[in-house]
C-alpha cells in the first residue's frame, strides 16, 4: 500500500531554486539578457518541481521533508499537502508569466536598479513556496517573515518620498503582524505540546476554554490577517501601490496577500478546525470581519481615479471571499474559497499587467485620463474586459465559479446574508469595473493616442494569455492542474479531520 506521506526532497528544491538564482542574478548585472535568464530558468524548474507533486497531491498523498529539530516536539519541516500543493502551484505558475512581463515592464519605464529588483523578486517566490510547503506554524513563521522582508526592497523600489513611507508603513503592519502570530504559536505549544499542522485542528476537546479560544483566536487572526487585507488591518495595502506595477502584481496575485488568506485556512481548517470554529463562535466573528470588508472595500473602490488604487481595494475586497469561505465551515464554502485563491489570482494579475501596459505604453494612472485607449490597445483592454467580467462573478470566467460555491456553501451553512454580500459585491464590482471598459472603448480619446498601439510584447503576451486562462478555467475548471479537484479534496480533508 502507498503510505500517505513519503520523504522526498522535491519541496526542499522547490524552496532553493530561486535563491540559488539570487547569487547568479547579482553576478549578472551588467549583462541584462543574462540576468533575466536566470530569472526565467529558477521561475521554470521551480514549476517543473512543483508540477511533479500534484499527482501525489490529486492521490491524497504528502511529500515531507525534515530538516533538523530545533528541541523536542519544534522541528524545522517541508510538507507538501494538497493544500501547500494547490498554493504552490498557483505561485509558481504565476512567477513564470510576472517575469517575462516585468522584463517588458522594467526596460518600458525604464526602472532604474533592476537586478536588486529581480534579487529580490527570487527571494519572495522561495519564501511565498516556504509558507505553502510548510510542516508546522515555525516553518510557517520563517518563511513568512523572510517574504515580509524580500518584499520590502520592491516595495521601496522607485525610492521616492511616497514609496519610503509605503515601505515603512508595510514594514510597520508586517512585522508587528509576525509578533503576534509568534505570541499566538507559542501559546499554542503551551497548550498541545505541538505546532504541526492538523486537518481539523490541534486542538483535543476541553483544552480551550471559551475565553482562552477567542483570545487566541484574535492573535493569530492579527497576525494573518494583515497580509489578508482584513479590514482594519489592511491600510498598507492601498499604500505599496507606489511601487512599480509588477510588484503589485506580486504583492495582490501572486506571493504576499495570496499568503495571507492562505494563511486564514490553515488558521481555520489546521489549528482551530471547524468543530472548535463552530462551537466557540469564532467563525460568526471571521464572517463579520470578513463581510464587513468585502462591502466597505468595494464602496471605497468605487470613488478611486487612480486605476491601481482602484485594483488595489477590489484586491482587499475579493482576499475576504476567500476568509468568508472559510468561516463558512461548509464543503462548498472551503472548496469556493480555496478555488478562489487560484481564480482571483488569474483575474487580478491580468488586471494589474492591463494597468502596468498603459502606464509603460501612454503613461496614464488615473481612469479620467483613459478616454478610448481600448481603440489603440484592443488586445491590452479586451484582456481588462475578461478580467472585470470574471471578478463581477459574470459566466464564463472563472470567478463565477468560485463565487458559485461560495453561495452555495452559504445556503449549505443556512445562511442567507453571507449570499446577499456576494450578490451585493458583485453588483459593486460591476459598477467599479464597467465604466472603465466604457470609457476605453466608447469615448473618443485625445490627440496624445494618435500613432500609439500596443504596450511591448513582452507585457501584453502575458496579459492576454492571463485572460485567456481565466476565460478556459471559467469553462473548464479542472483544466491542466486540477484546481477544482483539489479544491474539493482539501475541503473533505478538512472537514473530515484528517
Known amino acids: 500500500m502507498i503510505p500517505e506521506i513519503y520523504t522526498s526532497i522535491i519541496p526542499l528544491l522547490a524552496v532553493l531554486v530561486s535563491l540559488v538564482a539570487v547569487p547568479l542574478i547579482l553576478l549578472s548585472s551588467k549583462f541584462k539578457n543574462l540576468r533575466e535568464s536566470w530569472t526565467i530558468t529558477a521561475a521554470l524548474i521551480k514549476f517543473g518541481l512543483v508540477l511533479s507533486l500534484l499527482p501525489g497531491a490529486l492521490a491524497g498523498r504528502t511529500a515531507e521533508c525534515n530538516l533538523f529539530d530545533i528541541f523536542p516536539g519544534i522541528k524545522l519541516a517541508l510538507r507538501a499537502d494538497p493544500f501547500g500543493v494547490f498554493f504552490a502551484l498557483i505561485a509558481s505558475g504565476l512567477w513564470i ?121 484574535f492573535l493569530f487572526l492579527g497576525g494573518v490577517g494583515v497580509k489578508a487585507g482584513i479590514m482594519p488591518l489592511h491600510s498598507w495595502l492601498p499604500s505599496a501601490m507606489a511601487a512599480p506595477t509588477p510588484v503589485s502584481a506580486l504583492l495582490h496575485a501572486v506571493a504576499v496577500v495570496k499568503s495571507g488568506v492562505f494563511g486564514v485556512v490553515r488558521m481555520v481548517g489546521f489549528v482551530f478546525g471547524p468543530t472548535l470554529m463552530a462551537k466557540f463562535g469564532l467563525n460568526t466573528i471571521l464572517l463579520i470581519f470578513a463581510g464587513t470588508t468585502i462591502i466597505v472595500a468595494s464602496l471605497i473602490a468605487l470613488r478611486q481615479d487612480n486605476l491601481k488604487r482602484r485594483l488595489a481595494y477590489s484586491t482587499v475586497g475579493h482576499l475576504s471571499y476567500i476568509v468568508l469561505g472559510a468561516a463558512l465551515l461548509t464543503e462548498s464554502g472551503f472548496a469556493g474559497g480555496i478555488m478562489h485563491i487560484a481564480f482571483h489570482a488569474t483575474m487580478k494579475i491580468t488586471l494589474f499587467f492591463v494597468a502596468g501596459a498603459i502606464y509603460v505604453n501612454l503613461h496614464k494612472e488615473n481612469i479620467s485620463d483613459m478616454d478610448g485607449i481600448g481603440k489603440v490597445m484592443p488586445w491590452t483592454m479586451g484582456a481588462f474586459t475578461i478580467g472585470a467580467i470574471g471578478l463581477a462573478g459574470i459566466p464564463p470566467v472563472n470567478g463565477f465559479i468560485s463565487k458559485w460555491y461560495l453561495g452555495t456553501g452559504s445556503l449549505e451553512a443556512g445562511m442567507l446574508l453571507p449570499l446577499a454580500i456576494l450578490v451585493i459585491s458583485g453588483l459593486l464590482n460591476a459598477a467599479y469595473f464597467f465604466p472603465i471598459v466604457h470609457i476605453a472603448f466608447f469615448r473618443k480619446g485625445g490627440k496624445e493616442l494618435e500613432g500609439k498601439g500596443e504596450a511591448p510584447l513582452a507585457m501584453v503576451v502575458p496579459l492576454v494569455f492571463m485572460a485567456i486562462m481565466s476565460l478556459l478555467l471559467g469553462i473548464y475548471p479542472d483544466l491542466f492542474f486540477k484546481f477544482y479537484h483539489l479544491a474539493i479534496r482539501i475541503s473533505e480533508t478538512i472537514l473530515g479531520g484528517g
Open 97 to 217: 508569466f510576472t517575469s517575462f512581463y516585468s522584463i517588458g515592464y522594467v526596460r518600458g519605464v525604464p526602472e532604474k536598479k533592476q537586478t536588486r529588483y529581480f534579487a529580490s523578486f527570487s527571494v519572495c517566490l522561495s519564501a511565498t513556496i516556504g509558507i505553502a510547503f510548510s510542516a508546522n506554524l515555525l516553518s510557517f513563521i520563517i518563511f513568512y517573515e523572510i517574504l515580509t522582508i524580500a518584499t520590502y526592497p520592491l516595495v521601496i523600489h522607485k525610492e521616492t518620498k511616497k514609496a519610503i513611507d509605503a515601505g515603512r508603513k508595510y514594514l510597520v503592519y508586517t512585522l508587528t503582524a509576525g509578533l503576534f502570530l509568534i505570541a499566538a504559536s507559542a501559546w499554542t505549544f503551551q497548550l498541545t505540546g505541538t505546532l504541526d499542522f492538523k486537518a481539523g485542528g490541534l486542538f483535543a476537546e476541553g483544552v480551550l476554554t471559551p475565553q482562552t479560544a477567542v483570545v487566541l483566536f
